[in-house]
């Protein structure tokens, strides 16, 4: 039995994971799916002083107050920022860390450092015209290439979020880079530069395995038995 603390990016919640969570619940696994603070069920806490930094704690303190160990860590999307800084927080509880179609910062480096310069614009443009100079509305489940039949479902459980969330650099020690088991799955049918070039650069380095499921972003949504393996293989 492995532990799993399941990480969603952004507009997203802890529901985006079910589908995964019951396969590893069935299986034997304990599952976190925590929804982090402004999103989803935790929407009514939104405000701008929800960051970066905020989801990162919301992480570790959920490593730390559940003492949880060897911890299977995994991240989609933005969530790669947060699982990123939760490890570097609490390195020792990590047994291995999965980033799904997800940044992989270092110290200093914000989400929005390597986003393509026409969606930096169109954030900003957003938060300007309709979210009151601090938020983004979600990004239509369309966009990131998830299936059709659960397009409607991804919508309606999709939430604003904090533009800070993306701006605030990541503060790294260096002790996540002692985590020896890393794994990085690329959804490749979903076009997106900032996530090819983790998979340039990670792709020569031996201390990760890099793969690609033929899936849109989402692709917890899309493909959860193949997604299920590869989380099961980090635990080994």
């Known amino acids: 039995m492995a532990t799993f603390v399941l990480v969603h990016g952004a507009w997203h919640g802890g529901w985006c994971w079910r589908r995964v969570a019951n396969r590893l619940r069935a299986a034997g696994h304990d599952v976190y799916t925590p929804t982090l603070t402004g999103l989803a069920d935790r929407s009514h806490l939104l405000s701008p002083s929800v960051r970066l930094q905020t989801h990162i704690l919301d992480i570790a303190n959920l490593l730390s107050w559940e003492d949880l160990e060897s911890v299977v860590l995994c991240g989609h999307s933005y969530g790669g920022m947060v699982i990123t800084g939760a490890a570097d927080r609490e390195a020792r509880r990590i047994k291995s860390l999965v980033y799904v179609d997800a940044f992989v910062p270092s110290d200093g480096e914000s989400a929005m450092d390597s986003r393509p310069p026409e969606r930096v614009e169109l954030a900003f443009e957003q938060i300007r015209s309709v979210g009151e100079g601090w938020w983004m509305p979600p990004t239509p489940a369309a966009s990131f290439r998830v299936n059709e039949a659960d397009q409607a479902w991804v919508d309606a459980k999709c939430t ?50 890099v793969r690609s499921l033929p899936c849109g972003h989402d692709i917890m949504v899309d493909m959860p038995d193949e997604l299920t393996a590869v989380l099961e293989e980090a635990c080994q």
């Open 160 to 209: 604003n979020f904090p533009i800070s969330c993306f701006t605030q650099p990541v503060r790294l020690t260096g002790a996540v880079d002692g985590i020896s088991g890393k794994y990085y799955v690329r959804a490749g049918g979903y076009k997106a530069p900032q996530f090819d070039a983790c998979v340039e650069k990670l792709s020569g380095d031996p201390d990760w395995d």
